[in-house]
C-alpha cells in the first residue's frame, strides 16, 4: 500500500472515529454502556478508542458525582488495559483504581461494585508488591550509589545502568499504586490491620 493509500485509510479511521463520538456525546450513561458491551463480549471492529471514551466519560463522572458515568469510564479504560500490554496496560489500570479510590473516598466502598468495591484495589495492589518493605528499602538506599556509577560509565549498555532503570521503574510502579492506596487511608477505607500501612510510610521515600 502506497503512503498515500495508507494516509486515506487513516484520515476515513478518525472521520468514522469522530462521526461515532458525535453520536454518542450528548447521549446519557446508557448508550455510552451500550457501545461498549460489543466490545466486552470480545468483538474486535474498529471503534472508538476506549481511551478516548474515558477521557471524555471520568471528568462528567466527577463533576456529576455519578457512578453511572464512573461505570463507563471505569469499564472503557479496563477494556484498554486488557487489550493493549506494557505501560500503556499499566497505565490504563492506574487510571481506572484511581477513578475508582476517588468515589470510594466519596461515597465509601461496597463489595461486588464495579466502582465501589475496595478489595478490587487493594487486590492490584498487592498484587504489584513484587519487594518487602526492607528490600524496597534497600533498594532505595542503593539509588544514589547506582547513579553515580551510571554516570560514571560511557557505555550505556553496563549491569550498573540496566540495573538502575530497573530499579527505578519498579519503585515508580510501587509508588503510583501506593498513591491510591493514600486515598483510601485517608479516607478510613483501608483496614486498620493492612501490611500496606508499612509501605505508606516509605511512600514518600520512593522516586
Not at 470510594?104 to 463489595?111: N, P
Request: proline letters at 3%; glycine letters at 4%.
Amino acid at each position: 500500500m502506497s503512503w498515500g493509500s495508507l494516509l486515506a485509510v487513516e484520515h476515513e479511521m478518525q472521520s468514522n472515529q469522530q462521526s461515532i463520538f458525535n453520536s454518542l456525546r450528548d447521549k446519557g450513561p446508557e448508550a455510552w454502556r451500550a457501545y461498549l458491551h460489543p466490545f466486552e463480549d470480545g468483538k474486535t471492529f474498529p471503534g472508538l478508542s476506549m481511551l478516548v471514551i474515558f477521557h471524555h466519560v471520568a471528568p462528567l463522572a466527577k463533576q456529576q458525582g455519578s457512578l453511572d458515568w464512573a461505570e463507563v469510564a471505569v469499564r472503557a479504560v479496563e477494556l484498554e488495559a486488557r487489550r493493549s500490554s506494557g505501560i500503556e496496560s499499566e497505565n490504563a489500570r492506574l487510571w481506572a483504581m484511581q477513578l475508582r479510590s476517588w468515589f470510594i473516598a466519596k461515597m465509601g466502598s461496597r463489595s461486588n461494585h464495579l466502582v465501589l468495591d475496595k478489595e478490587v484495589i487493594l487486590n492490584w495492589v498487592m498484587e504489584g508488591l513484587k519487594l518487602s518493605v526492607q528490600s524496597a528499602k534497600e533498594k532505595i538506599s542503593s539509588l544514589a550509589e547506582l547513579r553515580a556509577l551510571a554516570k560514571k560509565s560511557s557505555n550505556t549498555d553496563t549491569e550498573d545502568r540496566q540495573r538502575l532503570r530497573d530499579d527505578l521503574s519498579e519503585l515508580f510502579r510501587i509508588k503510583h499504586r501506593l498513591s491510591v492506596v493514600k486515598v483510601l487511608a485517608d479516607s478510613g477505607e483501608l483496614p486498620s490491620d493492612s501490611p500496606l500501612y508499612k509501605w505508606l510510610e516509605i511512600r514518600e521515600q520512593l522516586p
